[in-house]
Nanobody, 127 residues
Framework: QVQLVESGGGLVQPGGSLRLSCVASGRPFNYYAWGWFRQAPGMQREVVATISRRGMLTDYTDSVKGRFTISRASALNTVYLQMNSLKPEETAVYYC????????????????????WGQGTQVTVSS
């Protein structure tokens, strides 16, 4: 089991930016592919961005393409989500998740494929 701790959430004005961080511990970082999910009040949790084990592949939900960037720093055991041009409807709790895999370079976009989750960090986009 890998432990995940997110940080970087907060209050930002529409059009602003935030960078979320997720620090992993307890298992080798390179055993995992990674994902960022979000859950708005009253809504189901949805995938936002995913990245493969070695970072060679990334994928994004359509609504964030061109504005969000997922990346990883294996030396720091950290996954990032850079979010630009934020919109009020993107107010949500953002979760980092880890998918243990030995399948080479691929991304995962389904919740059930992820074995470990962080506690979440609140992002509020409001003027």
């Amino acid at each position: 089991q890998v432990q995940l701790v997110e940080s970087g959430g907060g209050l930002v004005q529409p059009g602003g930016s935030l960078r979320l961080s997720c620090v992993a511990s307890g298992r080798p970082f390179n055993y995992y592919a990674w994902g960022w999910f979000r859950q708005a009040p009253g809504m189901q949790r949805e995938v936002v961005a995913t990245i493969s084990r070695r970072g060679m592949l990334t994928d994004y939900t359509d609504s964030v393409k061109g504005r969000f960037t997922i990346s990883r720093a294996s030396a720091l055991n950290t996954v990032y989500l850079q979010m630009n041009s934020l919109k009020p409807e993107e107010t949500a709790v953002y979760y980092c998740a880890a998918a243990e895999t030995y399948s080479g370079e691929r991304t995962y976009d389904q919740e059930y494929q992820y074995t470990d989750w962080g506690q979440g960090t609140q992002v509020t986009v409001s003027s």
